[in-house]
């Protein structure tokens, strides 16, 4: 009897703090926001894919020559080959050897810098993003924005995105 009664008990608790928790979210007010289109709207993202450019774009220009300059090589060693001397055939081998080794030495340490500036650069987008997603919620007392990626369903008025960027574009 004892357990029925707890059991009882229980069950009037959870009803209860459903039905809290389904008034508590019909006064929230809630909204959502598309990340990536904001990123892909701000004038700031095509500076800092400039900057990127410009900052590796030698490099980057040079490993692409090499890798071009491999390929015809090797191509033409497979092309010319057979009615290339054994010299020939050998020296062209040596070049491509040489060339990959350049490659190796050239690319992966091109690429992991690469991809750390860009990785640095994302976050300081994302952080003007974030900054701009605290003042529309600050402005119009949102109480909960979500990513729209999180959301199976929002209605278009929830949408903050354009409001967001608007004034992450403002900002520096």
Same mark, same amino acid.
Request: hydrophobic share 40%; net charge positive.
């Given at each position: 009897m004892?357990? =029925?009664?707890?059991?009882?008990t229980a069950m009037v608790l959870v009803a209860g703090l459903m039905m809290s928790a389904t008034v508590a979210a019909k006064e929230m007010k809630i909204g959502y926001v598309d990340v990536q289109a904001v990123a892909s709207k701000l004038p700031q993202a095509a500076a800092l894919q400039q900057t990127i450019r410009t900052e590796f774009g030698s490099r980057m220009e040079t490993v692409e020559k090499?890798? =071009?300059?491999?390929?015809?090589?090797?191509?033409?060693?497979?092309r010319d080959g057979p009615t290339m001397s054994e010299k020939q055939q050998q020296d062209l081998t040596n070049t491509v050897n040489n060339q990959r080794q350049q490659y190796d030495q050239l690319a992966r340490p091109l690429q992991e810098e690469l991809r750390a500036r860009q990785t640095e650069e994302r976050n300081k987008l994302l952080g003007l993003i974030q900054s701009a997603i605290d003042e529309?919620?600050?402005?119009?007392? +949102?109480?909960?924005?979500?990513?729209?990626?999180?959301?199976? +369903?929002?209605?278009?008025? +929830?949408d903050i995105s354009d409001a967001v960027a608007s004034i992450a574009s403002k900002k520096k």
């Open positions: 004892i357990n =029925k009664r707890i059991l009882q090499l890798e =071009k300059d491999i390929g015809f090589n090797i191509e033409k060693l497979r529309v919620a600050a402005r119009d007392k +949102y109480d909960l924005i979500l990513n729209s990626g999180a959301a199976v +369903y929002a209605k278009p008025e +929830y």
